[in-house]
């Protein structure tokens, strides 16, 4: 089983509030990804990141933002949550060079 | 635009029968399309996966069959299990691993 962690797993919260979700990961890789996940959906990247102080956007238009500064680290910050914000939010990571992402078992949020 | 369709959304499978998923790309420059399961309350987990240099690869009961002229790819579970219940997501991901296309999910129901 991959060493991946979320946190925290389940989050309700209101309007407007700021919000981190946590993601670590103690396999030493180099890359990270956070997938949003709605129910019928595809997964959607919103972000990635090739190593240390490396983040881009993905396809998904987000509001969100991500930091980098450790390897094993990469959290996913709301400035100020909305209701469509309102999904579930997972992390995952690979080694580079490598096909393979080995997920997280996500962040479940609601926002009312 | 959706890169990868899969399909069907759902199915139901009795215990012992063949459960066959498929997944289309548009896309020629990609060239890796794994599989992933997902259970309830957990991240998605590598299944199988399959480069398009061979037509089909096995792992024990799972099957990935690979059609490079049509662009299609399905994946095959034989003598399907209640244990296999779960979403079963394809992707496809070109220079290993930049970015992942992930199909909309199949959830699997083997009933016993």
């Known amino acids: 089983e991959a060493d991946i962690y979320q946190t925290p797993r389940y989050l309700v919260i209101g309007t407007g509030k700021k919000i981190t979700l946590e993601c670590s990961q103690t396999?030493?890789?180099?890359?990270m990804y956070w997938y949003q996940q709605d129910p019928g959906m595809e997964l959607h990247l919103i972000h990635y990141?090739?190593?240390?102080?490396?983040?881009e956007k993905g396809d998904l238009s987000s509001e969100s933002t991500v930091s980098r500064i450790r390897t094993e680290h990469f959290p996913l910050t709301l400035e100020s949550a909305r209701p469509s914000h309102t999904s579930q939010y997972l992390c995952?990571?690979?080694?580079?060079?490598?096909?393979?992402?080995?997920f997280g078992p996500g962040t479940r949020l609601t926002v009312l | 635009q959706q890169q990868v369709k899969q399909s069907p959304q759902s199915l139901i499978v009795q215990k012992g029968g063949i459960s066959i998923i498929n997944c289309a790309y548009e896309?020629?420059?990609?060239?890796?399309f794994p599989w992933y399961q997902q259970f309830p309350g957990k991240g998605p987990a590598l299944l199988i996966a399959?480069?398009?240099?061979?037509s089909e690869k096995k792992e024990g009961r799972f099957t990935i069959s690979f059609n490079k002229s049509a662009k299609q790819f399905s994946l095959h579970i034989m003598d399907s299990q209640p244990g296999d219940s779960a979403t079963y997501f394809c992707?496809?991901?070109?220079?290993?691993?930049?970015?992942?296309?992930f199909g909309t999910g199949t959830s699997l129901t083997v009933i016993p």
């Open positions: 995952a990571s690979s080694e580079f060079g490598q096909d393979t992402q080995y």
């Open positions: 990141s090739y190593g240390v102080n490396s983040t």
């Open positions: 896309n020629t420059a990609f060239d890796y």
């Open positions: 396999m030493g890789h180099d890359k």
């Open positions: 992707a496809a991901s070109k220079n290993t691993g930049n970015q992942f296309y």
């Open positions: 399959i480069r398009p240099d061979v």
